[in-house]
């Protein structure tokens, strides 16, 4: 079992932060993160591009290649792989383990659980080493109707660990959890949904942060130059210093 595996399955369950650039995931990683993961609409709004349209391939690569080597573990959000191919996703799965990550995201949309699960396989058999994350988006564009059936067939193609965004009730993770026999689920944590202490205790083992961090980033650059503008003071509070983020850089 690979060290990015392991975090799934320790006394804690992996919280994962997402980030958008080399700064956001070096200062993560220098506040105790042990793995970092990727955000697909930080990448895409950062390049001007639609997120969740499969657009965002290369500068996807051109990230991990940034973050690849950095001291922490690297997860990569990849949409939908980026492609109906599950050849060309395989594809493009190994190039980002010989990049370096350590797990891939891969998100079935409203696309067929049957083509998901040939892309899981397909990536399984080219990137061995690499831990797929297989997303079902059944609660986040849906009700959740279907959620286990296609669960269950990511898990017999064997994706390592499974997502289900979107979902926040307390009862409806605990069954899940129950079902997946062992397998770790990923969920992605709301603010007006289940604290990190309640959801490990229904068992999840993954928490995701998503484009949150992303999102609160952006906010905090429009407050804090609408509140200049204003005339308002703006207190240091937790803003890193010139040199703690100048130094990311060498």
Partial sequence: MTAFADLHHADEPLLLPNAWDHASAHLLAAHGFRAVGTTS???????????????TREETLRLALTLGSGPFLLSVDAEGGFSDDPDE?????????????AGINLE???????????????????APGLFVNARTDTYWLGDGE??????????????HGVFVPGLTGP????????????????????????SVPHLTDLGVRRISLGSLLYRRALGAAVDTAAGIRSGHRIP???????????ALGR
């Fill in 236 to 246: 240091e509070g937790t803003t890193p210093a010139y040199e703690e983020i100048g």
């Fill in 41 to 55: 609409l930080g990448v895409a709004a950062a390049a001007g591009l639609p997120d969740g349209a499969a657009a």
């Fill in 171 to 194: 009862r409806e993770i605990a069954a899940l959890v129950r079902g997946l026999d062992g397998v770790p689920l990923n969920i992605l944590y709301s603010p007006t949904g289940p």
């Fill in 108 to 126: 079935d949309g409203p696309g067929p659980a049957d083509r998901h699960a040939a892309k899981i396989a397909a990536v399984r058999a080219a």
């Fill in 146 to 159: 279907d959620t286990v059936r296609r669960l269950d067939a990511y898990v017999r193609a064997g994706a």
């Fill in 89 to 101: 996703v395989a594809e493009f799965a190994r190039e980002l383990y010989a990049l370096g990550a």
